[in-house]
């Protein structure tokens, strides 16, 4: 177990450890080493470019360099190769995890979410974390979660009034949040969920600026870096004393938050004590499930609202579904907003030995994957792809590599059922209770590594009478 007298200590070298500006898996790739085509800008602003304007820089270049191309990117102009293909995201996905490393692709991650974060571990270190966390996440503690989420998600509808025009990323980001804070880190104490709030908050709002500068550290003396070092401090401190807290609760056994599952991970009859999860340990896996679970959901549902609400037919269908316990569709139109609005734009490997990818023989040290917002958008993989309709997902699985919002292979997103569950949830009690009607359009806006609505996806809501 690790001592909690000096979490400052623990945060300080959590920071020096996690540094991302290093060797990308320990290679650097010469700069004739032949790759696929792209541009020739200097490599700050192709990452800018990629960062900031991802939705325009992405189609750019596939529509440019066809569907392969490379990107250079601080720091070095380090080579990262973007797929568009499925047979290729296939590829990728089922690459041997000991050559395409997850984590060193994810570096950039490192410093918030920690070490042993399931996004930043490679080979069997990521074997084991998983193997210990999945159960936490299967059918039967969905079900158990599901009532929890319809309860706050009721309370979170009930408080919007009749007639309000609002921004509704804000609110499903409120909801979402409470939602980590309640069911997964099992928080209901109202004084820690309110120190709690805000710390998690600023994790969440932290600018692409703010990533790059970890790698920095006397930026972590000023501004805005010194404000998000700080905040990690203190959210470190608040995590750690949850965590020592819950070991010693006497309810343990019969709690089902999921830092309570995990708390008891190896602690059974039978089980093996180096099963047993650290603290730091824990705190890394809740903060990876915060950053990976909060925004990315609430953007989806978001999304969905406003589409709904500029749409009647699909709007009436919702109400239905919801009335009737319909979960398929409303699952569709979850996955449908996935689609048409990614949150995330693409998902990366670091190889660290070389690797044969669409017929392409790629050194060790080039970072591959497939680009989300290009493939959701490719006209021969979904008809009429910038229409929003449900329809696609009902009764059928989208083929392998063509819906990959949670990634895939065997480093698929391990909450990837919760969010689909957390999103079913919302939208019924939602639809059970208002009717929405879209105020104005929205566009996506890069914020820290997701896309959220410009405008916040702004709605009207109406509320319906109870028969």
């Known amino acids: ?44 602003a192709q990452t800018v470019a990629l960062m900031r304007f991802r939705h325009w820089f992405h189609p750019w270049l596939h529509r440019t360099y066809g569907d392969t191309f490379t990107v250079r990117l601080l720091p070095g102009g380090r080579p990262l190769v973007l ?24 570096a950039i991650l490192g410093p918030v979410m920690g070490l042993h974060s399931l996004l930043l571990q490679d080979g069997a270190e990521h074997q084991r974390a998983r193997k210990l966390i999945m159960p936490a996440f299967n059918g039967a503690a969905l079900k158990g979660y599901a009532d929890l989420v319809g309860d706050l998600a009721r309370d979170e509808v009930a408080h919007w009034p009749d007639g309000a025009t609002f921004r509704s990323l804000d ?28 710390r998690v908050t600023e ?20 501004g805005v870096w010194k404000r998000a070092t700080d905040n990690q401090y203190e959210l470190d401190r608040l995590m750690l004393a949850e965590i020592r807290e819950r070991r010693e609760a006497s309810d343990l056994a019969e709690r089902s938050d999921v830092l309570s599952r995990l708390v008891r991970v190896g602690s059974g009859p039978g089980d093996d004590p ?10 890394d896996q809740l903060v990876t499930l915060l950053l990976a679970g909060h925004e990315t959901t609430a953007t989806a549902l978001a999304w969905a609202l406003l589409e709904l609400g500029r749409h009647p037919n ?11 316990g319909d979960d398929a569709w409303l699952e569709a139109v979850v996955k449908e907003s996935m689609r048409l609005h990614p949150v995330i734009p693409m998902v990366v490997r670091t190889l660290v030995r070389p690797a044969t990818i669409g017929g392409r023989d790629l050194p060790r040290g080039v970072t591959v994957g497939p680009s989300i917002v290009v493939t959701h958008q490719r006209g021969d993989l979904f008809d009429d792809p910038d229409r929003f309709d449900p329809e696609r997902f009902l009764g059928r699985n989208p083929a392998t590599g063509t819906w990959i919002p949670f990634g895939g292979g065997v480093r698929r997103c391990i909450g990837a059922g919760f969010s689909l569950m957390e999103g079913v949830e919302v939208l019924r ?39």
């Open 429 to 467: 009690e939602v639809f059970r209770a208002v009717d929405v009607t879209a105020a104005g359009d929205d566009v996506p806006q890069v914020r820290n590594i997701t896309s959220v609505p410009r405008r916040g996806a702004r709605v009207t809501v109406r509320r319906r009478q109870q028969r």
């Open 203 to 222: 994790v969440i709002d932290i600018s692409p600026v703010v990533l790059l500068g970890w790698g920095y550290p006397r930026l972590q003396r000023h």
């Open 314 to 324: 699909l709007h009436a269908r919702t109400v239905r579904a919801a009335a009737e």
């Open 83 to 106: 797929f568009t293909r499925p047979e290729h995201t296939k590829e990728i996905f089922a690459g041997d995890p000991e050559v395409f490393h997850a984590g060193k692709g994810n």
């Open 1 to 44: 177990m690790t001592a909690l007298d000096d979490v400052s200590a623990l945060t300080s070298e959590r920071l020096r450890r996690t540094n991302p500006v290093g060797g990308a898996g320990g290679a650097r790739v010469p700069a004739d080493v032949a790759l696929p085509p792209g541009p020739r800008w200097p490599a700050l």
């Open 274 to 283: 180096e099963d047993r999860l650290s603290d730091v340990e824990l705190r």
């Open 171 to 198: 609110r499903m980001n409120a909801l979402t949040l409470e939602v980590i804070l309640r069911v997964v880190f099992g928080v209901t104490d109202e004084a820690r969920l309110a120190a709690l709030r805000p």
